[in-house]
């Protein structure tokens, strides 16, 4: 089992910037990918960035292309998302998924509680 706790969400004005971080504990020597997605209002789900154990990263550059970085503190089973440039399109619930390997070939996914973005223009 891993928990996550996240933290950082909030109201910015766009152009503006914040930093989420979501604190993984637990089970954390079977993570192998941690990462960020949100769900606007009223759409679906959708990816934002994750970054592997061993340093791969993926963003979604449609949306975040520049503007997001995602970061790690393995001694603080830790990831960050800082925001920056916030444009009112990124408010929505944001969401820390971590990866964890079971077995040889299976994973499973465990989600964070979300935190809430708003951006006002």
């Known amino acids: 089992q891993v928990q996550l706790v996240e933290s950082g969400g909030g109201s910015v004005q766009a152009g503006g910037s914040l930093r989420l971080s979501c604190a993984a504990s637990g089970d954390t020597f079977s993570i192998t990918a941690m990462g960020w997605y949100r769900r606007p209002p009223g759409k679906e789900v959708e990816l934002v960035a994750t970054i592997t154990i061993g340093g791969t990263i993926d963003y979604a550059e449609d949306l975040v292309k520049g503007r997001f970085t995602i970061s790690r503190d393995d001694a603080k089973n830790t990831v960050y998302l800082q925001m920056n440039s916030l444009k009112t399109e990124d408010t929505g619930d944001y969401y820390c998924?971590?990866?964890?390997?079971?077995?040889?070939?299976?994973?499973?996914?465990?989600w964070g509680q979300g935190t809430q973005v708003t951006v006002s223009s």
């Open positions: 998924n971590v990866r964890t390997s079971v077995g040889d070939t299976d994973w499973l996914d465990y």
